[in-house]
């Protein structure tokens, strides 16, 4: 008798509710929902967190970086903020309570009206502008009344919108979790508000020159959305599992109820050519269909089979199937990478297509899908290029993150009007004060005056820049090279200055070319690159940096790519002709009252420091501002105090700084008054005329008209 004939048929009585059908149907039903149960709450406790933490991630670092762009600006910031909380508690508590309303706001008319109040207000406006963030404003957490008072909000919705000196209470946590910050974790508060619902407010603090907390930059993002996607989450995934369940426990008893009566051989015979054709990769699935499945005997030989079987389904197919989507998803991050670096850097040519009077090309060809290198190049004004070529230490997607990070910093110093040593310094602090990961970032950064033809430059740590005057050849700068950036706070960097002439070459580059190497071990070195550079010295700057790249492929003789390769090349053609609008300029006009002088220095000061007005000088300018100033708000007017227009004027090409004052007064020439006898005793001397006598003396120039019933007096001071 054979082994199926040999099973014996169970009776009505014996298979009660021990049935196999039964059995898998439970067992599946149970082990189901115990598995959905699982998976719900893990998926719902990761959808929650990484969308929670993307939230908080997201208002946290714009809450930074306003943070980190007001730093600037806390000479304004931290007056203005002291007298909101000065009139915050100057008020009596009942009149605090009216918060939000018009009779309190009327309260704080004049801080509204305050230049530093707006000139904050714009700054935090434009990041409110560029984020996705319910709401971004300056407050302050004062610990005697438990409350935060707004000090700036760019809001400009009517309804939504907080002014100077608006307050609401906070709880204990949340004061704590601000004031009593570590510097280490994300300052963030959740809370369901009656208004907005959930919301979650990260912050950062805004330090002043002696690292003292003098406000705190707020970010707002709404968390109804994360609360209603949970909620959707679960419905969705509840409702699929169901399904699951269902058809998974019905697909096992339909197959449990079949019950298995063909040959044990016949199943491990279909089994064995299933996993032999997995192992070939042929197409072939379908092998048990014809089997008649009607007897349960020799269940370890099918037991074993069966288990070969999904071995090769489980492990091989799953192992394949990860693998190739886990390349595809990195294979798509990484080109996204690339575009994303690709448009961060400038590429068209011509760069400048309306200038005749220089030429730039610039190219970057990373050694990874994303590369460390990067460059850069615009004009400050229509006389001043700015450029500069820089490498990143390591490869890959970390390079390019920090090579990022550096580009922007790099270029906002520069757009700020520093100086190369001055932008070079004050990236190098910022970078290190966040560089756990310890990665540093050689830069050469210049500054072409396309009037003058000087050049002004600053390196930190890289390679030697190449020169060709107009009529000679190529040949390195051997500059001096400070530090790196990013490897040691506190370096000031140091500049010089070149005089090039028109028809000059300028031509930079990384070490990717420098040290590209060849399958011998040979470096291509900066003897090739001049090399190269001499054969044809006059072409146009793209076939400049071409020639280049192409004399390196010669070179390696097909040796792997280690290092990005990055190349700029810069015609000077021509001197630009500078314009009168062309020279940097500023301007007020304030009433001719004494308590204005304030505002009209802090105008012209930071005028000055904006382009790198010597120390020496600076101090002479404010004297005359104030002598000037101080004599129009006494003598000018005879009345009421009238418009008073001061204009600063920075002529690059003569290297002065123009001074212009402006009135409606009463008629009056300072230049025709007697100049005193200082040698006399004080006593002795008829009163006036010193003040101007000192205006002279410290001045290169002063001018006077009277024009369109103006008093036009007009100073000027050399630079050098």
């Known amino acids: 008798m054979d082994a199926i004939s040999a099973v014996e048929p169970v009776g009505n009585g014996e298979k009660g509710g021990h049935s196999v059908s039964n059995i898998v149907f439970r067992s599946t039903v149970l082990g189901s929902i115990i598995q959905g149960l699982v998976a719900l709450l893990i998926g719902l406790a990761m959808y929650t967190f990484a969308l929670g933490n993307q939230y908080i991630t997201l208002s946290y670092n714009l809450a930074r970086s306003a943070s980190v762009a007001l730093t600037e600006y806390t000479d304004e910031l931290q007056p203005l903020v ?40 714009r700054l935090m406006h434009r990041f409110l502008n560029n984020s996705d963030l319910f709401g971004v404003y300056i407050g302050f957490y004062d610990e005697k009344t438990k409350s935060l008072v707004y000090i700036v909000d760019p809001d400009d919705n009517e309804e939504t919108a907080t002014y100077p000196g608006d307050w609401e209470p906070v709880k204990d946590n949340e004061l704590s979790e601000f004031i009593n910050w570590d510097y280490d974790s994300k300052t963030y508060s959740i809370d369901n508000t009656e208004k907005w619902g959930w919301i979650c407010t990260s912050g950062y603090p805004i330090h002043n020159a002696h690292k003292e907390i003098i406000a705190f930059v707020l970010a707002d993002v709404s968390l109804n959305d994360l609360y209603r996607g949970v909620k959707s989450f679960v419905v969705q995934f509840s409702l699929s599992v169901l399904l699951i369940i269902i058809l998974q426990a019905a697909a096992m ?89 690709s448009d961060m850097l400038p590429s068209d040519y011509p760069a400048f ?35 500069m070529v820089a490498d990143v230490s390591g490869k890959g997607v970390p390079a390019a993150l920090f090579m990022m990070m550096s580009k922007l910093l790099l270029r906002n110093a520069a757009m700020e009007g520093m100086s190369p040593a001055n932008a070079l310094t004050e990236v190098n602090e910022i970078i290190c004060r966040n560089n756990k990961e310890e990665m540093f970032v050689t830069v050469w950064l210049g500054i072409l005056d396309l009037a003058t033809g000087v050049l002004t430059a600053a390196n930190a740590g890289h390679e030697f820049p190449i020169l060709k005057n107009s009529q000679g050849k190529y040949a390195a700068i051997k500059d001096k090279h400070d530090f790196v950036i990013g490897g040691m706070p506190g370096i000031k960097y140091r500049q010089y200055e070149i005089k090039i002439d028109p028809g000059s070459r300028i031509f930079l580059y990384t070490d990717g070319v420098a040290e590209a190497t060849s399958t011998d071990f040979a470096l291509f070195g900066i003897d090739e690159i001049l090399d190269v550079l001499n054969r044809d010295p006059d072409v146009a700057p793209k076939q400049v940096c071409d020639a280049v790249y192409a004399g390196v492929e010669k070179f390696v003789k097909g040796a792997p790519q280690f290092d990005d390769i990055t190349m ?37 000061t930071e005028f000055l420091d904006m382009y790198d007005c010597p120390k020496r000088i600076k101090p002479q300018i404010c004297v005359v501002i104030d002598e000037i100033f101080s004599n129009i708000s006494s003598y000018a007017y005879e009345q009421e105090p009238g418009d008073v227009e001061v204009q600063i004027v920075m002529n690059n090409a003569q290297r002065s700084v123009d001074l212009t004052f402006i009135d409606s007064g009463v008629e009056f020439n300072p230049l025709r008054v007697e100049e005193p006898d200082v040698s006399l005793a004080a006593e002795d001397r008829e009163t006036g005329g010193l003040g101007i006598l000192m205006v002279k003396k410290l001045m290169d120039g002063v001018f006077y008209e009277y024009k369109d019933n103006k008093n036009i007096l007009k100073i000027r001071k050399f630079l050098e």
Do not use: C, W
């Open 82 to 121: 002291e007298k909101v909380m000065q009139r915050y508690h100057a008020l009596p508590e009942e009149e605090r309570q009216k918060t939000f309303t018009k009779e309190y706001r009327d309260l704080y008319l004049d801080i509204y009206a305050d230049d530093e109040y707006s000139k904050i207000r």
């Open 253 to 341: 008893v339909y197959y449990f109820r079949k019950r298995i009566v063909n040959p044990i051989n016949d199943i491990a015979e279909a089994a064995s050519n299933y996993a032999r054709d997995k192992q070939e990769g042929s197409d072939v699935a379908d092998h048990f269909s014809h089997l008649d499945f009607k007897s349960v005997s020799e269940m370890n030989h099918l037991k074993n089979v069966m288990s070969k079987m999904e071995f090769y389904i489980s492990e091989y197919e799953k192992h394949l199937t990860d693998m190739t989507a886990e390349k595809e998803r990195i294979e798509a991050e990484l080109s996204l990478a690339t575009r994303i670096q």
């Open 353 to 387: 297509p309306d200038r005749d009077d220089f030429d730039i090309y610039a190219a970057m060809i990373p050694a990874k899908e994303v590369g460390g290198d990067f460059y850069d190049y615009f004009l400050l004004d229509n006389s001043h290029l700015v450029m």
């Open 568 to 604: 700029m090349s810069i015609h000077y053609i021509k001197r630009y002709e500078v314009k009168e609008s062309d020279m940097p300029q500023r301007s007020i006009t304030v009433k001719s009252t004494l308590d204005q002088l304030e505002p009209v220095t802090a105008m012209a």
